[in-house]
């Protein structure tokens, strides 16, 4: 691989068309001299990354754009805003309606619903819609960030809010690692406001329609930590939000809290009504602060109706990371739960917690290997409460859920003065605060090569170096790491270090899936069901209950809790009975089974097997779709399979239902269908 000079930003992205979207914000806000450098990951990066910069586009890409970022550079993982060109497309929904929200994997299709509702959208019910979902609502809309293919075909109204922004804090992170926040203080702010201002003239409009848009867009207003207001032509005021008012009256000497429209005018707006100029962005002092001022004109048919003026206090941006830095991710200091509240009596279960209370007593590290949703945090919880620290904090960090830079200042703390934004006086990090208790570290296998590196100093050291900081902070702490990937695997590829790795693996425990303890299946469902209320009489009916045993659960005890919310909303009182069950196991398998002997007539159950795992690993890696051309690289190295081949085989498969396949540069994806199917076709050649 080559590797390029630094010299600007190297950002990195899943699709072309978001890269190109991610560039063109950029290049708006940063300027034309700023070199910005776009990677696609579906496209294939064929060069290791090096850049004054680089930029992860999102969270979920992490461990995958690692992949192709040399050591040497500094990383920042985006966070994200939303789009709104189109809310008021969203507002048009009509009350009450199930709407899917549509993205690449759950944590940013739950993300997008909780941005929409911070705007005041609650008027609709919405779920999140991703790839390799089981239970979601019938519903006529859908709501998408550019990901209109993944949309169900039964939906019929679709809002594409087009690709998702880098939000403002992220952007103010990467002026200050390119020393350019001073020269652009302005443009930051107005740019971002600008979006706002065009998209409310589009609400505006529906607002004539309806009394509820209008209430949804005051609502809208009023969320926004800037002042907004709008002036007609006459210098009269039409709209004026909350923040404004606290700006010109901010000690509420008048109770009115009303606005002289004089003020609003002083700002050079009296030249700029009745005429259509370009946007104007100065910073002006208003009651002793900074404020970056921004005007527009409102334009309605072709003519200048009056002004929008927002406001901004500059110190914002600080304040912002502050919010962000000290409320990220933290569960709380308190332990839950203990043995009693991890429920099973088969010999894995029970063998399992045997074990658990028997290493609780020792001050060692531990580390919980197992799947996603078997209930790992648990067993750490009543781990703590047997250990001799049972009486200290319980600190919980999840390193999945936090980008790099957070979550070092998170775990390490930093001094006054650290960084731009840093709190006064210095923050303790949560390895301090968990001092004479319990860490949990969990998902310890997303941690990245640098975070690696300051968690062994830890480790050996029993010490603390803040960031910024030159004291050494001695703890005494008791480590529990979690993963549910395979560090083995991990230190093979030089992607976790070996070193780490054995520290963590002092007291390893290995939680059993749910599939190897089935008999705790309805001592599990009888636990879970005492969260609902008692006037409903559910109850598991025998063939039902068959099925619940005879299913592989690959979701474990998580999947088994949505099951069973599921059926308590839909069956209610009463029993339930096999048809109610959001899958059924013997049934898909039987026609899988005839399925499969359709197809093997056609092509080798071996050439099946190979095609749709390597489809499931790129799926698995974030990446929706693979060009035939990368499909037959991929199965190159077990089989000969040329390019033709696999547009064969392809052609078949999709005729199932197992794949979807589509012309020009998108290539072909797996269903949800062909996953199921790898299992089936595992099954059949075990059997044989």
């Known amino acids: 691989m080559s590797v390029s000079c630094p010299s600007g930003i190297s950002i990195i992205t899943r699709s072309e068309k978001h890269k190109e979207s991610v560039i063109n914000q950029l290049t708006n806000l940063l300027g034309p001299q700023i070199l910005i450098k776009g990677y696609s990951i579906m496209e294939g990066i064929k060069e290791e990354i090096y850049d004054r910069l680089v930029l992860i586009s999102h969270e979920y890409l992490k461990e995958t754009a690692y992949k192709y970022i040399d050591p040497r550079a500094e990383v920042l993982v985006a966070r994200r805003a939303l ?7 969203v507002l048009r929904i009509p009350n009450n309606e199930n709407v899917l929200f549509v993205d690449v994997n759950k944590h940013l299709a739950e ?13 609709i019910r919405m779920h999140p819609y991703y790839p390799g979902q089981r239970i979601y609502p019938q519903a006529h809309y859908a709501i998408t960030t550019g990901e209109v293919h993944m949309v169900p075909d039964y939906v019929g109204n679709i809002i594409d809010l087009g690709y998702s ?11 200050l690692k390119l020393d350019i926040l001073d020269a652009r203080t302005n443009l930051i702010s107005a740019r971002f406001l600008q979006d706002f201002v065009y998209s409310g003239k589009k609400v505006v409009k529906a607002l004539e329609a309806t009394d509820n848009i209008k209430e949804q867009l005051n609502t809208i207003l009023n969320v926004i930590n800037d002042g907004i207001v709008g002036i007609d032509n006459n210098g009269n005021i039409m709209f004026i939000n909350e923040n404004a008012k606290k700006l010109f009256n901010p000690k509420g000497k008048d109770k009115n809290n009303d606005v002289n429209p004089d003020d609003l005018l002083d700002f050079d707006a009296k030249v700029r009504l009745g005429k259509s100029p370009e946007p104007y962005r100065k910073v ?23 002004i929008i003026i927002t406001f901004k206090d500059l110190s914002e941006i600080i304040e912002m990371e502050n ?29 399992t917690k045997e074990i658990a209370r028997k290493l609780a007593k020792s001050n060692s590290t531990l580390l919980l290997i197992g799947e996603s949703g078997i209930g790992k945090e648990l067993f750490a919880h009543a781990i703590h409460n047997a250990s001799g ?3 200290g904090p319980f600190v919980a960090v999840n390193f999945a859920a936090l980008p790099e830079n957070l979550l070092e200042s998170e775990l390490f703390g930093y001094e006054e003065g650290a960084f731009t934004g840093a709190r006064k006086g210095g923050h303790a990090g949560l390895f301090e605060q968990a001092h ?17 590196a300051r968690l062994l100093r830890v480790l050996q050291e029993k010490e603390v170096l803040r960031i910024g900081g030159t004291k050494i902070i001695p703890i005494n702490v008791r480590i529990i790491a979690a ?14 270090r070996e070193d780490l790795f054995y520290r963590l693996k002092v007291l390893p425990i290995k939680i059993p899936p749910l599939r190897q303890r089935k008999e705790d299946i309805p001592l599990l469902i009888e636990k879970m069901l005492e969260k609902f209320p008692r006037e409903k009489g559910i109850v598991i009916g025998h063939e039902a209950m068959e099925k619940f045993m005879e299913y592989d659960w690959p979701g474990n005890i998580r999947e088994l809790e949505n099951v069973i919310e599921y059926l308590f909303h839909i069956v209610g009182d009463g029993v339930v009975k096999s048809k109610d069950l959001p899958f059924s196991a013997d049934d898909t398998d039987l026609q899988f089974e005839k399925t499969l002997k359709h197809i093997e007539e056609e092509m080798p159950v071996e050439e099946i097997l190979l095609i749709l795992t390597a489809l499931k690993k790129i799926k698995d890696e974030g990446n929706a779709y693979i060009s035939r051309i990368k499909l037959a690289q991929l199965c190159s190295g077990e089989m000969r399979m040329t390019e033709q081949m696999i547009r064969n085989r392809i052609n078949i498969l999709s005729q199932y239902g197992l794949v979807v396949s589509r012309k020009g540069p998108k290539g072909t994806r797996l269903t949800l269908s062909g996953e199921d199917f790898i299992k089936v076709i595992r099954k059949h050649t075990d059997r044989r």
């Not at 789009?83 to 497309?89: I, P, T």
């Not at 002793?288 to 527009?296: C, F, P």
């Not at 830095?325 to 063998?351: A, C, E, P, W």
């Not at 993963?483 to 976790?496: A, D, I, P, S």
């Open 436 to 452: 004479n208790g319990t860490i949990f570290l969990d998902e310890i296998g997303d941690a990245s090569l640098r975070i690696q």
């Open 284 to 306: 002006h002092e208003i009651m002793g602060k900074k404020i970056l001022l921004t005007m527009m004109p409102i334009i309605k048919n072709g003519e200048n109706n009056g």
């Open 165 to 175: 922004k880098i939000d403002l804090t992220t952007i103010t992170e990467i002026m």
């Open 483 to 496: 993963t549910n990937k395979n560090l083995e695997e991990l230190v093979r590829t030089e992607k976790f």
């Open 83 to 89: 789009n709104h060109s189109r809310l008021e497309d």
């Open 111 to 123: 993300n997008s619903i909780s941005l929409l509702k911070g705007l005041g959208i609650n008027h």
């Open 323 to 351: 919010i962000v830095r000290t409320n990220l991710m933290k569960r709380g200091h308190t332990s839950k739960y203990d043995f009693s509240n991890i429920v099973g009596k088969s010999r894995q279960i029970t063998q």
């Open 389 to 391: 620290k049972q009486h």
